[in-house]
């Protein structure tokens, strides 16, 4: 399998000896049933486009798995949030009209929101959300509760890795565009997200910053402020009046670019202070869960070519999605091989096949087209090769949570 471009301090984290776990390809459900109906640590979610009713409000901790069904017109999105509202506990995406997906999760008790965010915009249709005591632990134990720590210790060090590249590699591209050096920046632009869009799954966790740094126009809600990448990406690559409703683009003032360009740093650093406070943990749940996140950002962004919509520099978005994937892979390796060594396989068949699509095209390090440039025929294969990668990585969290 090609390597994704990964740091020497990246690819060391990957070789931190992870052993074997356990059996069993299902949820590893809690024996208790919950209120409401939560029966086996399954609950079911209707996703329409004006409700988000879950099967019951509580559950008691342990394994879950919110089997979410979209009976809505738009694609959507269901969450388990943190009892402040902004943490992201997981998540699951993409899910389009009359198509279910299953999210797994590790609950311990405390209190909790649903969300289900019919058409990918705004705040979600929220619930208050408990997590009963079972009096059971939550999670793996012995051995494999070992090696998942193992795991999590050498995510978090990757990710510390990628997101000390996205600061400075930020500082240098907001600094050539605050100086009004445009090629320059140009040039920072893609390889620079590349450290983003490895690891956004963990910024998406932290809620409020991934709106502040990474939303697209396409998205705003009416009166939302906007700020990000994708802002500044537009004042770059200005659009026609025919791609831009019509009229002509307003290039930012110097005043607005110094402003843009320190709320990019400011927000950076903040996303940078977060994984690296000492209390910052990644659980094998949410990597697993935050693989299938990555894919489905390149199927529901990148493939379209939507989430570069000026720049069309979104392989290297696609390139580096693929790669947090595969480390997230990488990391779990060892407890999902003993657990399913056959998904494993296949995984590895699938990543192969669709990296080796992608070096065609290029690579990070050497560079892309741009998006506009490719094939109706190379676009339909990566479209293929990405749908055959998500289909085994969606078991993968089961995987590994019924390890005990």
Same mark, same amino acid.
């Given at each position: ?162 997101? +000390?590249? %996205? !600061?400075?590699? &930020? $500082?240098?591209? =907001? /600094?050539?565009?605050? @100086?009004? #050096? ?79 360009? +320190?709320? %990019? !740093?400011?927000? &950076? $650093?903040?996303? =940078? /202070?977060?994984?690296? @406070?000492? #209390? ?85 390090? &050497? ?38």
């Amino acid at each position: 399998m090609p390597r994704p471009a990964l740091t020497a301090a990246a690819l060391a984290v990957l070789v931190l000896p992870l052993a074997a776990g356990c059996v069993a390809n299902e949820p590893a459900a809690s024996t208790a049933d919950g209120a409401d109906g939560a029966t086996g640590g399954v609950l079911t979610v209707d996703s329409s486009a004006t409700d988000c009713a879950v099967s019951a409000t509580e559950a008691p901790s342990g394994t879950l798995t919110f089997s979410v069904t979209n009976s809505g017109d738009d694609i959507t999105e269901f969450y388990l949030l943190g009892e402040d509202g902004l943490r992201v506990v997981s998540e699951v995406e993409n899910i389009g009209p009359g198509l279910t997906r299953d999210l797994v999760v590790q609950a311990r008790p405390g209190s909790y929101f649903t969300a289900c965010k019919p058409g990918m915009v705004g705040d979600g249709i929220r619930a208050e959300f408990t997590v009963t005591d079972s009096g059971a632990d939550v999670g793996p134990s012995g051995d494999t509760a070992e090696q998942l720590a193992a795991a999590e210790a050498s995510y978090v060090a990757y990710v510390e890795d990628q997101v +000390a590249s %996205l !600061v400075t590699g &930020t $500082q240098a591209f =907001a /600094d050539a565009y605050v @100086a009004g #050096d445009d090629e320059a920046a140009r040039q920072l632009y893609a390889p620079t997200r590349v450290h983003w869009e490895r690891v956004e799954p963990v910024a998406e966790s932290f809620g409020d910053l991934d709106p502040l740094l990474d939303l697209r126009e396409a998205d705003l809600e009416e009166g939302q402020a906007w700020s990000g990448w994708h802002y500044v990406e537009k004042d770059l690559w200005a659009p026609a009046p025919e791609d831009n409703g019509g009229v002509a683009y307003t290039p930012l003032t110097p005043e607005q670019r110094r402003t843009a360009a +320190a709320d %990019l !740093v400011r927000y &950076t $650093q903040q996303l =940078a /202070d977060q994984v690296t @406070a000492d #209390d910052f943990t990644f659980e094998a749940f949410q990597i697993a869960n935050g693989a299938k996140e990555l894919l489905d950002e390149v199927a529901g962004g990148k493939v379209t070519g939507e989430e570069e919509i000026w720049s069309h520099t979104d392989l290297w978005d696609f390139e580096a999605n693929v790669d947090g994937a595969w480390v997230a892979v990488e990391v779990l390796r060892d407890v999902a091989e003993a657990e399913d060594a056959e998904l494993v396989a296949t995984l590895d068949e699938r990543f192969a096949a669709l990296r080796g699509l992608l070096a065609e095209q290029g690579s990070a390090d &050497t560079g892309f087209p741009t998006y506009d440039a490719l094939s109706q025929g190379d676009i339909k294969a990566l479209a293929a090769a990405v749908d055959a990668v998500s289909e085994p990585l969606s078991q993968l969290t089961a995987t590994v949570t019924g390890a005990a």
